[in-house]
Every structure is written in C-alpha cells, then in structure tokens.
C-alpha cells in the first residue's frame, strides 16, 4: 500500500489514506499509534509514498475503514526521506495523490505505475531529479485516462485544455490554454525519453509554470475544485 496522507484520530489513533492494489483508494485505522515506543517508531514509515507490507484484521470499522493488524516497509526508501529535494517531490506527489485519487474500484496497472515511479525517484541522483514531477504529472494523467493527444505541429503549438490538444492559437486567452512554453514541454514529455526529460536543464520558474498548468488540466478533466499547497513548498526547494 501507498501512503498519501495521515490525519489523527481520537487521543492516540491515526487514520492512514493509503492507495492499494487490492482495495484501491482507502483508509487504515492505526489504534494506538504513536501512544508506546513502538508505535512512534512505526509512524515514523508512514511519511508520503512509503509502500507498505499491511497485514489486515477481516472486519472494517464503523466508517468503513480497514482495521490493521500490523504493517511493516515494504522497500527501503532512504533517500525520498532524507534529502530535501526528493522528500519536498513526495510533499507535493503525495498531496496531489490524496486530493485527486477517488475512492473506486482497484486500478492495478495504476498502482503499477505509481509504485515504478516512486522506486525511480529513490534510484535517482539528487542532480537527476529536478524534473521528476513533471514527467510524473503527465505519466499519471495518463493513466487516469486523460492522456493529452500528441499531435503538436509547428502550425497547432499551442495545448487547449478542454479538447486535450494542441491547436492553432485563436484569439481567446486565458487559464483554457497553455503557454507556448508549456505546451511544447507537454510534447516533449509525452515523446521523449525519460533520462532525456529528467536531465533537461530548466529552470524553478519553468517547473512551477508546467505543474500549475498541469493542475489546471486535471482539475478541467476530473471536475474536482482543488488546491495544491505543497506546490509554493517544491517551488521555493528547487529554487535554492
């Protein structure tokens, strides 16, 4: 299981939203945790895009969340905890995750990818890993069945946001378009390798456009009104 959010819960419990192969999007119930030793020594694997063992007790709760026996890290993933740029990357994929994953029927081919992708960013040099939440970002839309349509021209640059492709700039501007910037990034990143997009020099200013422009996108297509704080976080990270 995927760990995007915890939120406490009574004196001493934490509900854990988690994203699973099996169950999909979904909440555990800690009881307990953080009340003994062991139980902070535990929380401390519940950070976002932490993956999960997670044994199960048969019943759920009253509000229908899953009751765990126990649970243990599933792969090590030092390095998205203790260097600042990958752990503000999960900040920011995590929030993103939690806010926009509905609660619906098991996705094991998302699930898939998102965990390939939580084991690439543990894999990359802090050099290399600037560029990940763009590259993810288009990644999960796509898997969300929301893939843009790749049919950039020099004539049709410019990505119009309720169409998913790229058109001829008309006359209207606004938050329905991407910047020509942007948009020729967005077909790049839909075409070109990963380790090329990865060590692409751009700048934070670059970054921060494309993910807002991104956010934009998803909001339009999955009609959900929501915010991404963590993004001002990532933001000012990249730019030291």
Same mark, same amino acid.
């Given at each position: 299981?995927?760990?995007?959010h915890?939120?406490?819960?009574?004196?001493?419990s934490?509900?854990?939203?988690?994203?699973?192969?099996?169950h999909?999007?979904?909440?555990?119930?800690l009881?307990?945790?953080?009340?003994?030793?062991?139980?902070?020594?535990?929380?401390?694997?519940?950070?976002?895009?932490?993956?999960?063992?997670?044994s199960?007790?048969?019943?759920?709760?009253?509000?229908?969340?899953?009751?765990?026996?126990e649970?243990?890290?599933?792969?090590?993933?030092?390095?998205?905890?203790?260097?600042?740029?990958? $752990?503000?990357? /999960?900040?920011? @994929?995590?929030?993103? =995750?939690?806010?926009?994953?509905? %609660?619906?029927?098991?996705?094991?081919e &998302?699930?898939?990818?998102?965990?390939?992708?939580?084991?690439?960013?543990?894999?990359?040099?802090?050099?290399?890993?600037?560029?990940?939440?763009?590259?993810?970002?288009?990644?999960?839309?796509?898997?969300?069945?929301?893939r843009?349509?790749?049919?950039?021209?020099?004539?049709?640059?410019?990505?119009?946001?309720?169409?998913?492709?790229?058109?001829?700039?008309?006359?209207?501007?606004?938050?329905?378009?991407? $910047?020509?910037? /942007?948009?020729? @990034?967005?077909?790049? =990143?839909?075409?070109?390798?990963? %380790?090329?997009?990865?060590?692409?020099? &751009?700048?934070?200013?670059?970054?921060?456009?494309?993910?807002?422009?991104?956010?934009?996108?998803?909001?339009?297509?999955?009609?959900?009104?929501?915010?991404?704080?963590?993004?001002?976080?990532?933001?000012q990270?990249?730019?030291?």
């Amino acid at each position: 299981m995927i760990v995007l959010h915890s939120t406490k819960y009574g004196d001493s419990s934490l509900i854990v939203h988690v994203y699973s192969e099996q169950h999909g999007r979904t909440g555990l119930l800690l009881r307990g945790a953080g009340r003994s030793r062991s139980g902070r020594s535990d929380m401390r694997l519940l950070h976002p895009l932490s993956i999960l063992d997670v044994s199960l007790l048969p019943s759920k709760n009253q509000q229908g969340l899953l009751l765990t026996k126990e649970f243990s890290q599933a792969c090590p993933l030092g390095s998205l905890r203790s260097n600042l740029y990958k $752990s503000s990357i /999960c900040l920011f @994929l995590g929030e993103l =995750l939690y806010r926009t994953l509905r %609660e619906a029927s098991p996705d094991p081919e &998302l699930y898939r990818f998102i965990v390939y992708a939580i084991r690439l960013l543990e894999s990359l040099e802090d050099s290399d890993c600037s560029n990940f939440h763009l590259w993810f970002l288009v990644g999960y839309a796509s898997h969300l069945g929301l893939r843009p349509r790749n049919n950039w021209t020099e004539q049709q640059g410019t990505f119009y946001i309720p169409e998913a492709r790229f058109e001829t700039v008309r006359s209207q501007t606004g938050d329905d378009w991407f $910047s020509p910037f /942007c948009s020729q @990034l967005l077909a790049d =990143l839909m075409t070109e390798d990963t %380790e090329k997009i990865l060590l692409r020099p &751009l700048s934070s200013e670059k970054r921060n456009d494309f993910c807002r422009s991104m956010l934009r996108y998803l909001r339009y297509h999955l009609d959900l009104d929501f915010e991404i704080k963590s993004l001002d976080v990532l933001h000012q990270v990249l730019r030291a």
